[in-house]
């Protein structure tokens, strides 16, 4: 699936990914390839991406929102923070 997490200042990630596990209100959750489409605000925590290769890229985010859509692509836009902060 392809990812792209933004912030307001800048891209930090965007690429083909095997996996997104992130924190929602809902809860936690783990998105993968040909995931159902989904709206959700996220929650305070880290968003872990695994790419394509199996490296892992770690973003600590306060807030944001995930939207998943049936073209198989994930977008992330977030405030980015530590997750304790």
Not at 2 to 12: G, N
Not at 36 to 58: F, N
Not at 64 to 72: A, K, M, P, W
Request: a negative charge; glycine letters at 8%; proline letters at 2%.
């Amino acid at each position: 699936m392809t990812v792209s997490v933004y912030s307001i200042e800048k891209v930090l990630f965007r690429g083909d990914a095997v996996a997104v596990n992130c924190n929602t209100q809902a809860g936690e959750i783990t998105i993968l390839s040909h995931h159902r489409p989904i709206i959700s605000i996220l929650a305070k925590g880290t968003v872990k991406i695994t790419d394509g290769a199996g490296r892992e890229h770690w973003i600590p985010v306060r807030s944001g929102f995930l939207e998943v859509n049936s073209q198989d692509q994930a977008m992330l836009l977030v405030e980015e923070g530590h997750a304790d902060a």
